[in-house]
């Protein structure tokens, strides 16, 4: 029993945070058309009423990258697209790129699933920029109209946390102790 516990103790030691990884969706890699729910790793993606569904830009604020995400269809009310984060992220934004402004787009961010638990920061903007929240861990984001406007997500833009392992065999463990 006392070597189980020390070779966990060396595993929990040894198990390092390696630093977060910055990643960015940019959804040119889907078809026009795609619904997304589970087909980015560690994302599910959901709408409130309707589809999250991969779209065109007609006028697209990143050159050369003209797909989002889009709530379809529009002007369905409530106007959510919520992404569950696992693991869960300290980081989140997106390029706001809209059809139609209106009242804007608010990011908001939980520490529970499919924007449950507490609210733990949020940005809205009226303009075509790169809104984000971070500093805290974030379970789900929700992006939503503030009036009847036309948007779509892009660069969905996250971290994720990475842990770096280092193996030992039992007699390179039993050597620390001598």
């Known amino acids: ?34 619904v997304l729910t589970t087909q980015i790793p560690g994302l ?13 830009a007609s006028s697209p604020v ?17 106007d959510y697209l919520i992404i569950d984060f696992s693991p869960m992220v300290s980081f989140v934004g997106a390029i706001v790129d809209f059809g139609q402004v209106d009242s804007g787009v608010m990011l ?8 449950t638990g507490n609210l733990l920061g949020s940005m809205a903007t009226t303009d075509e920029v790169f809104i984000s929240v971070g500093g805290v861990t974030i379970a789900s984001a929700r992006f939503e109209t503030l009036g009847e406007d036309t948007y779509l997500i892009d660069n969905l833009t996250y971290d994720q946390d990475t842990v770096a392992t280092e193996s030992l065999s039992w007699d390179e463990i039993k050597s620390l102790f001598r």
């Open 1 to 34: 029993m006392k070597k189980l516990a020390i070779s966990l103790i060396l595993v929990c030691c040894i198990a390092t945070t390696a630093g977060a990884v910055q990643i960015v969706e940019t959804f040119e890699g889907f078809p026009v058309g795609t």
């Open 62 to 78: 990143v050159p050369g990258e003209p797909q989002g995400l889009a709530h379809l269809p529009y002007f369905d009310y409530p």
């Open 44 to 56: 599910t993606i959901s709408a409130s009423t309707g589809t999250a569904t991969v779209q065109t």
């Open 108 to 115: 908001t961010v939980y520490d529970g699933p499919g924007g």
